[in-house]
């Protein structure tokens, strides 16, 4: 009924009715977001570990702290996984959140804050102190009306964060700061509002460069925090910043930028660069983030959210990167694709790409929503067929995932390794009719791992 209603509503109607619910949310719960530093962290890739890096750092100086993301919620001391299904919550969600991260007498909010949130705007009625942009690709472009578009949807955060009241906390007056990835292309636009500080973040190392150059005007005017001597190992990724090495647990090269971006908005908070080493240094990983499944099997299982082809790549990379396949070992790929009208340009594309970089491609179900999962996963399917998988050789398509999971499994040998991508640490897989069947891909993997050896 609801859908029904939106498409016969004038847009601005809409959208004023969606302005009111944010900022009657904020009066309701007391304006929670006045009364903390708000961290809002934005971007296509990364948004979820920044934040769970930014926390621990933040923890490791003595704060409290809350945060949301895709992956977790948390409050102070309690943290507990996202089962919402969505980056942002509704207004009226956000704020109790918010509420209760100040009765906790959190000093700090992280918020991962999503396009399409921003779109309805659901951060209207939350005031930021900080933002940070992590990286910029082609995602959620039909949603969104194209590139462009989605693009000007997470500088609305900025404009937002320009146009926040100054907040004082404890009499010290909060400054307005923006950090941003240096070497993304699109940086430039993220760092042109008026804030009383900017970071930029980048990696030095010219070996190592895994963004775009810079093709528009210089940044200038800006604090810089650069990754140098960069070392990947199978264990992790090591780096310096200003002399001070970091060895952290985290594979990719996507990981150091996350770090940097956590270390920058720890640096503009007065944090050393001695606590920001000892917080990531503890970091074993992030949970549907490049997380690996041991039961004791004999070969590799890799969970990692990657919905897109940005971060798909990267996480080819990865794998070539830090030697996670044994010397005769196969890549086994369990991926999806998206439904609900979301990005249905990338679905052969990820097929392409699965084609390309893994031995076996096996195509299943991820979140259809109410489209036709068969028909999501023939397109998948298309793209690894036009590269030249035969089916029933090296590409299999099955519908159920839990299948589709177990039988990479049951293919897998030792040195080998089993990727699942496109769920990560998420509790549901969201089906026809607004339902959602309880899943959580690690456990899944776990118990099916568990039979093979029964």
């Not at 006045?34 to 962290?41: D, H, N, R, S």
């Not at 990835?181 to 993220?190: I, K, L, T």
């Not at 090269?253 to 503009?268: D, E, G, P």
């Not at 969970?303 to 070992?329: C, M, N």
Request: include cysteine; hydrophobic fraction near 40%; proline fraction near 3%.
């Amino acid at each position: 009924m609801l859908a029904k209603l939106k498409k016969i509503i004038p847009a601005p109607l809409v959208q004023q009715y969606h302005k009111s619910l944010a900022i009657l949310a904020d009066i309701i719960y007391g304006r929670p977001s006045e009364k903390m530093i708000v961290i809002g962290v934005t971007g296509t890739n990364g948004k979820s570990t920044t934040v769970s890096l930014i926390a621990k750092i933040l923890e490791e100086a003595g704060h409290k702290v809350g945060a949301t993301s895709t992956a977790i919620f948390k409050v102070a001391g309690k943290e507990w996984l996202n089962d919402k299904k969505m980056t942002m919550l509704g207004r009226f969600q956000s704020q109790r959140l918010l509420r209760d991260m100040v009765n906790a007498g959190c000093r700090y909010a992280i918020i991962e804050t999503s396009s399409q949130g921003i779109e309805q705007f659901r951060h209207l009625g939350i005031h930021y102190d900080v933002g940070v942009f992590t990286n910029l690709t082609p995602e959620h472009i039909e949603a969104h009306g194209g590139f462009d578009n989605y693009k000007k949807a997470k500088l609305k955060l900025f404009k937002h964060l320009e146009n926040s009241t100054v907040k004082r906390l404890n009499n010290q007056e909060v400054k307005k700061i923006i950090t941003a990835n240096g070497d993304d292309e699109y940086s430039p636009n993220f760092l042109n509002f008026k804030v009383d500080e900017e970071m930029v973040f980048k990696i030095q190392d010219t070996r190592y460069k895994i963004q775009k150059e810079i093709t528009q005007s210089p940044i200038t005017n800006h604090q810089l925090l650069a990754a140098e001597n960069i070392q990947l190992t199978v264990g992790g990724t090591n780096f310096e910043v200003d002399g001070i090495r970091f060895n952290t647990k985290l594979l990719g090269l996507f990981n150091i930028y996350n770090c940097l971006a956590a270390i920058s908005v720890a640096q503009s908070q007065g944090i050393s660069l001695e606590i920001c080493k000892s917080a990531l240094e503890k970091v074993s990983g992030v949970p549907g983030r490049m997380e690996f499944i041991d039961e004791g099997q004999n070969f590799k299982v890799l969970v990692d959210y990657a919905p897109e082809p940005g971060s798909v790549k990267q996480l080819y990379r990865t794998i070539g990167d830090h030697g996670l396949l044994g010397p005769s070992g196969r890549l086994i790929h369990v991926l999806g694709s998206c439904g609900g009208g979301r990005d249905v340009s990338r679905r052969p594309i990820l097929g392409r790409l699965a084609a390309e970089k893994a031995d076996i491609a096996i195509i299943t179900n991820e979140d259809p929503y109410n489209d036709d999962p068969a028909l999501i996963i023939d397109q998948v399917a298309q793209g690894a067929l036009e590269k030249g998988k035969i089916l029933g050789q090296n590409l299999y398509k099955i519908t159920d995932r839990r299948e589709a999971i177990k039988f990479a499994l049951n293919l897998a040998k030792e040195g080998d390794l089993v990727l699942l991508t496109g769920k990560g640490c998420e509790q549901a897989i969201c089906v026809a009719n607004g339902r959602k069947i309880p899943w959580d891909e690690r456990e899944i993997a776990r118990d099916e791992i568990k039979k093979l050896r029964n």
